[in-house]
């Protein structure tokens, strides 16, 4: 028996986004007919944390930072961590919006420059800033950080305002993302940023603060997906681990009995789903109606799982699109 999940973080936001969804004919078909579910999460690292039982406390965060670590080759140990990862807030009247590291084009040297400068500042706090990838930076505490804090995928484009650290030491670590906003400001790696043209990195945001779990335990046979977090639970629990397969017909071939799953990058524009639509759900479909696929299990971002089986391709009737629905 071969069973899949599939996380697709963007793909229903961007199939609502078509008029009449004449560009995702295989997708359609296979969400109008699946069985739909509510998510206890609308965030994809949270939701896959979930898949390997890791659901924390209403008041807590989801152990990402120590995780997406130990899958950047790093060594959490018992530490405290926190993802500290370097953004640049962009005024726009009364807001401050959040531009990713993606968006930054950082090098690794530039990363290491901000980095040491952040650790000269704070030697005496016991706080420890690293940057195993110019995208990802870790900081590294002696004891837990009593705050709930918001994942950076949900902030980003949006103002920081509403989404600052919350918890019984929120003001504390509010006081200290405006002394780091203060000391990247004048920051040798910004002037030269500055003097380029380039944006700088003016902040930095905190997120998925925990320890690593003593143990992972998982479900599937295999993972495969590109970021951090991924390798990080594939290593934790001991599960092999690949990236993302070019198509579904490919992993289809490739596979053995099971239960796996895939975790896609975030998809942002409609060239991206049409292509999912035609490598990947097409594929599955034919897979689901020949049998050699017995459960299917999809979520596209949003409030829903979509869960569908051999038996599933019978529901002509239901021909309403998912996105009106």
């Excluded at 997406?68 to 140990?77: A, H, K």
């Excluded at 837990?144 to 103002?159: H, I, K, Y």
């Excluded at 920081?160 to 030491?169: K, N, R, S, W």
């Excluded at 409030?303 to 998912?322: L, N």
């Amino acid at each position: 028996m071969v069973e899949l999940t599939l996380l697709v973080p963007g793909l229903a936001e961007t199939m609502k986004a078509d008029p009449d969804g004449a560009r995702f004919p295989a997708l359609e078909r296979l969400l109008t007919r699946s069985d739909r579910y509510a998510v206890s999460s609308a965030d994809g690292d949270e939701l896959l944390l979930e898949q390997f039982g890791m659901v924390p406390a209403a008041d807590a965060d989801a152990p990402i930072a120590p995780l997406s670590l130990l899958g950047d080759g790093g060594e959490p140990g018992d530490g405290w961590w926190l993802r500290s990862d370097p953004v640049h807030l962009q005024a726009d009247q009364d807001r401050l919006l959040l531009v990713g590291a993606e968006q930054l084009a950082l090098t690794a040297i530039e990363a290491k420059a901000y980095c040491a400068a952040l650790n000269a500042h704070f030697a005496d706090r016991g706080l420890v800033f690293l940057c195993p990838h110019p995208q990802r930076w870790y900081l590294r505490l002696d004891t837990e950080p009593r705050v709930r804090t918001r994942p950076l995928g949900a902030v980003l484009g949006r103002n920081v305002h509403a989404h600052l650290p919350t918890g019984p030491e929120a003001p504390r670590w509010r006081a200290l993302l405006n002394e780091v906003q203060m000391l990247l400001h004048g920051s040798e790696p910004n002037d030269a940023r500055n003097a380029r043209g380039a944006p700088p990195v003016n902040s930095v945001w905190f997120f998925g603060a925990g320890r690593l779990p003593h143990s992972c335990s998982s479900r599937f046979a295999s993972l495969c997906g590109d970021a951090a977090l991924v390798r990080g639970l594939a290593r934790c629990a001991g599960t092999e681990c690949c990236g993302v397969p070019i198509d579904g017909g490919t992993w289809l071939q490739q596979t053995t009995a099971g239960t796996h799953l895939i975790s896609f990058p975030a998809i942002t524009e409609a060239g991206a789903a049409e292509l999912f639509a035609q490598r990947w759900a097409a594929p599955l479909w034919r897979a689901l109606r020949r049998g050699r696929l017995q459960r299917l299990a999809l979520w596209p971002g949003g409030g829903q799982w979509f869960r569908a089986a051999p038996s599933s391709i019978w529901r002509f009737w239901r021909r309403t699109p998912v996105w009106t629905s």
